[in-house]
């Protein structure tokens, strides 16, 4: 999975261009357990770091997902709506949220790498 970037909120990151492709990562899709509605935000929709993009509700709870960049939405994932468990199927690939027109590609510097990611979430145990 070369090339995702990850946020310490669990969302991930992947750039073509100047489109970032969003969703959140597994290690996130784990701790809520089954994805059952999936909240996404409006195509147009401005997005800042940080702030709210999407929500997902789970048999957990319901818990916000940010933007780790900033930026325009120019698509969002429209089969979610008919089969949201996608993201606990395929977080990393057919998982995702909202591709979003980066606003500011200098963000993208304080993401982390994989394996950056895989010792931050070691470090949460």
């Not at 048999?59 to 933007?67: D, F, P, Q, R």
């Not at 977080?91 to 993401?111: C, M, R």
């Amino acid at each position: 999975m070369s090339g995702i970037r990850f946020a310490k909120d669990h969302e991930w990151v992947k750039v073509d261009g100047d489109i970032a492709t969003i969703g959140i990562s597994p290690y996130a899709q784990d701790q809520l357990g089954d994805v059952v509605f999936v909240d996404l935000p409006a195509i147009g929709k401005k997005v800042e770091k940080g702030k709210e993009l999407a929500v997902v509700e789970s048999v957990k709870a319901a818990s916000e997902v940010y933007a780790p960049v900033s930026g325009e939405v120019v698509e969002v994932n429209t089969a979610l709506g008919d089969a949201p468990g996608t993201v606990n199927e395929d977080a990393l690939g057919k998982g995702w949220f909202a591709k979003v027109k980066l606003a500011n590609k200098a963000e993208l510097d304080s993401l982390m790498d994989e394996a950056a990611y895989k010792t931050y979430c070691e470090g949460l145990h």
